[in-house]
């Protein structure tokens, strides 16, 4: 219960009829057994899909196994059925064995090809050939070191005119620059000329101005006519040079 009325402030108070609040272990055991379900729940999927993996590994193990033992069959088998065809080739060979050459008996005692390949007439005739083979090789040459010569030239010129239109190219840039940098410095004096003109008839103003600093305002006013901001005329209060009688007709541009 509260304490009666005080000075003093109090820091805590007292529920008689609160209900009381339960212990923490009460539900320590519901979250227990929660938790070994889940612990429970996973471990027996993890161990599904472990077992699921191994028999997938041991079937493809499997399958590989029978896939070598059926390549290293036909492999066998090819060989066995190349070595029995050569086995029967060979011993076809041997069977029909042709009969052997005689031994080679000379049966003259001077030469008997080429004794006519060497007259005088034919090799006059080799001579020309060759002759006229070492003729045609030099004009060849000829020919080619022309072509060559001629397309060194025309490589020559074509880079000089390069070079030629490459160095107008450049000068006519330059000159471009020249004149826009030229202009601009003209523009720019131009400008400098005029603000110091400026400046000039301004300071030329001011002073013409103070000179009169020692007259009335009124003595001043008199030398000038109109005002030199808004060019009114001194006599000029507030009047305006529309005429009463004028009227605005809306919408239009007339005033009448």
């Given at each position: 219960l509260k304490q009666s009325s005080s000075d003093e402030f109090q820091k805590s108070y007292v529920f008689d009829k609160r209900p009381a609040t339960e212990p923490p272990y009460a539900k320590q055991e519901q979250y227990s057994k929660d938790l070994e379900k889940q612990v429970s729940k996973q471990k027996t999927v993890i161990e599904a899909l472990k077992r699921e993996k191994d028999v997938l590994e041991r079937l493809e193990q499997i399958q590989l196994a029978e896939e070598l033992a059926a390549s290293r069959a036909a492999y066998?088998?090819?060989?066995?059925?190349?070595?029995?065809?050569?086995q029967r080739a060979l011993s076809e060979q041997i069977r029909c064995k042709p009969a052997q050459l005689p031994a080679a008996?000379?049966?003259?005692s001077q030469p008997?090809?080429?004794v006519n390949d060497c007259t005088v007439s034919k090799l006059q005739a080799s001579r020309r050939r060759a002759e006229g083979v070492f003729r045609d090789q030099l004009d060849a040459e000829?020919?080619?070191?022309?072509?060559?010569?001629?397309?060194?030239r025309l490589d020559r010129q074509?880079?000089?005119?390069?070079?030629?239109?490459?160095?107008?190219?450049l000068l006519e840039d330059m000159k471009i620059r020249r004149d826009v940098r030229l202009d601009g410095r003209r523009e720019l004096e131009r400008s400098w000329f005029d603000c110091a003109e400026k400046k000039r008839q301004q300071e030329a103003e001011d002073l013409e101005l103070n000179k009169d600093s020692g007259m009335?305002?009124?003595?001043?006013?008199?030398?000038?006519?109109?005002?030199?901001?808004?060019?009114?005329?001194?006599?000029n209060v507030g009047k305006?040079?529309?005429?009463?009688?004028?009227?605005?007709?809306?919408?239009?541009r007339l005033i009448v």
């Open positions: 066998l088998q090819d060989k066995a059925l190349k070595t029995y065809h050569y008996q000379p049966d003259s008997i090809f080429g000829k020919e080619k070191r022309e072509v060559a010569a001629r397309r060194h074509e880079e000089q005119d390069m070079l030629e239109r490459t160095r107008r190219e009335l305002l009124h003595e001043q006013c008199d030398k000038y006519q109109r005002c030199q901001q808004c060019q009114r005329r001194k006599e305006s040079n529309v005429l009463k009688e004028t009227r605005y007709i809306a919408g239009s």
